[in-house]
C-alpha cells in the first residue's frame, strides 16, 4: 500500500510566530516533521506552505515544499490544493501531518494511512486514544470521539461524549472500569477524491459551533474510520512553554524519530 505525506505549515502563528522554522536541536520544527514522516514507509513528502522562507528551509534539508494559497482556512483545504496542484489520482491515499508535531510516531503515519487502505467505505481515517481520566474528559480543549461497531466515528465533540448519565467522578480522578472514552488525536488520512469534495463544501453549523472541521465531512454523510492507538499523542507546539519542552526531550534523545 502506497502514500503520500503532507505536512501543512503557516507561517504565521499568533501565540509563536515562525512556529515551522523554530529551531528544535539545530532542526527548524517543520523539517524534524518532515524527518519523522520520512521514517513511515511514505512514498513521497510534501511541505505545504504559504511563505518562501519554509520552502527554502525545506530544501536546505532535502525536503519538497510549495507555496500554497495564504487564505486556507484549514489544513485540509491547504491539502486539496496540493491535490490539485501535482494532479494526484482520486483513490490516492495522503496523510495529513501536523507541522507542529516533531514527536509524531512515524508508525503511527503508516498505520493511519493502512487503516483507510482497508476500510474501503471511508473516505477518511484517523486516530484515538483511550482516555482515562474525568478531568481530561471534561476538558473542552480535549476532542472527543464516539465510534460506532465498525469503528466509524459517531460524532466528534469538545463535550464530554458518551455521557455517563449514573457515574460521578471517583476520589482518585479515574473514569469508572468499563466506561470506553476516548480522545481524538489529530492525524488524518485522506482519499484525494474526498479532498477535491471538501474544498466545495460549505461550513456546517456543527463544524462551527465546535471549531471542528472533521465535522464538515460527517455532516456531509463522508464516513471516518478510527483507528485506536495505545500510545498517548506526543506533545505539539502551541506555546513557547510547549517549544522549551520538545527541545529538551531532543537534547536528550527522548523521542520516537531520533
Not at 502514500?3 to 532542526?27: E, M, Q
Not at 464538515?216 to 513557547?240: F, K, N
Request: charged content about 25%; overall charge negative; hydrophobic content about 45%.
Amino acid at each position: 500500500m502506497g502514500f503520500r505525506v503532507v505536512i501543512p505549515a503557516r507561517y504565521a502563528s499568533t501565540r509563536l510566530p515562525g512556529k515551522p522554522l523554530a529551531d528544535i536541536a539545530g532542526k527548524p520544527m517543520v523539517v524534524r516533521v518532515a524527518d519523522a514522516a520520512a521514517k513511515s514507509g511514505a512514498h513521497e513528502i510534501w511541505i505545504a506552505t504559504d511563505d518562501e522562507r519554509i520552502v527554502s528551509a525545506a530544501a536546505e534539508h532535502g525536503y519538497r515544499a510549495l507555496i500554497t494559497r495564504s487564505d486556507h482556512s484549514t489544513g485540509t483545504d491547504r491539502l486539496a490544493e496540493v491535490a490539485r496542484q501535482l494532479g494526484w489520482a482520486k483513490d490516492e491515499i495522503v496523510v495529513n501531518v501536523q507541522g507542529d508535531e516533531p514527536l509524531i510516531d512515524p508508525g503511527l503515519i503508516a498505520a493511519v494511512a493502512g487503516a483507510l487502505a482497508h476500510d474501503s467505505g471511508a473516505a477518511i481515517a484517523t486516530v484515538a486514544h483511550r482516555l482515562t481520566q474525568w478531568s481530561e474528559f471534561e476538558n473542552p480543549n480535549i476532542v472527543k470521539v464516539t465510534v460506532d461497531n465498525r469503528h466509524r466515528a459517531l460524532y466528534f465533540s469538545r463535550a464530554p461524549i458518551p455521557w455517563p448519565r449514573n457515574l460521578s467522578p471517583t476520589d482518585d480522578d479515574a473514569l469508572p472500569v468499563g466506561f470506553v472514552a476516548r480522545r481524538h488525536v489529530g492525524i488524518y488520512a485522506y482519499r484525494v477524491g474526498f479532498l477535491h469534495d471538501y474544498s466545495e463544501m460549505a461550513p456546517a453549523s456543527i463544524e462551527k459551533w465546535e471549531s471542528l472541521e472533521q465535522l464538515r465531512a460527517l455532516a456531509c454523510g463522508y464516513a471516518i474510520h478510527v483507528l485506536d492507538s495505545s500510545a498517548p499523542p506526543g506533545v505539539g507546539v502551541d506555546t513557547v512553554e510547549d517549544l522549551e519542552q520538545v527541545r529538551h526531550l531532543f537534547e536528550r534523545g527522548d523521542t520516537v524519530v531520533e
